[in-house]
């Protein structure tokens, strides 16, 4: 019988401290994503959720496929856009937990080498905020079969916000955590 080696359980202990950081921040971007988008649709109502133009519940909102309808845009990036909606929402969800899981892996590999630059967590946390944004939004997006690029101001200011408050800062401190652990032990 095999036992661990020391290593093994450190590459062990990273990729769960990933993997757990990423389901957390690609839940808390996909939840600010909803809100946002319902209050963008004038409470769900342009979504024409339940037949009529007005406004829904948030609930409602919920329940009545708001949600889908962001996963269904993260995987048209991808995929035609009349493949089957509930294979359209279902690819949008590994898409966005895997988009979440690459920038959070990333931060974590180059967080120590940061740290020395920067020194600062909260720092890091807004540049890489700042860095996920402009990723997504001038490269990955314009490179993918959605075509659009950020063309107002205050919907990019919100964008990033909300990158790197729902990504940024938990990935950032999530990384800090982990990497001051390390040299404790």
């Given at each position: 019988m095999l036992l661990p080696t020391s290593t093994d359980h450190k590459g062990q202990d990273v990729f769960r401290t990933i993997s757990i950081t990423s389901l957390f921040t690609?839940?808390?971007?996909?939840?600010?994503?909803?809100i946002y988008f319902y209050f963008k649709a004038d409470h769900g109502a342009a979504l024409k959720l339940t037949g009529t133009d007005e406004p829904v519940s948030f609930f409602t909102y919920l329940t009545h496929g708001g949600p889908g309808r962001?996963?269904?845009?993260i995987a048209k990036a991808v995929f035609d856009p009349t493949t089957h909606e509930k294979l359209l929402v279902a690819w949008g969800v590994v898409l966005h937990y895997t988009i979440a899981f690459l920038f959070t892996g990333f931060l974590f590999l180059i967080y120590p080498a940061v740290m020395k630059w920067l020194?600062?967590?909260?720092?890091?946390?807004?540049?890489?905020?700042?860095?996920?944004w402009a990723i997504m939004n001038l490269a990955v997006v314009p490179l993918s079969k959605l075509d659009t690029t950020?063309?107002?101001?205050?919907?990019?200011?919100?964008?990033g916000f909300i990158q790197t408050l729902m990504i940024g800062l938990p990935v950032a401190w999530a990384a800090h955590r982990f990497y001051s652990k390390k040299q404790a032990s």
């Open positions: 690609g839940t808390l971007d996909i939840v600010a994503a909803n962001i996963f269904s845009y020194k600062n967590r909260h720092v890091i946390a807004i540049a890489y905020g700042v860095c996920i950020p063309s107002d101001l205050k919907e990019a200011i919100i964008a």
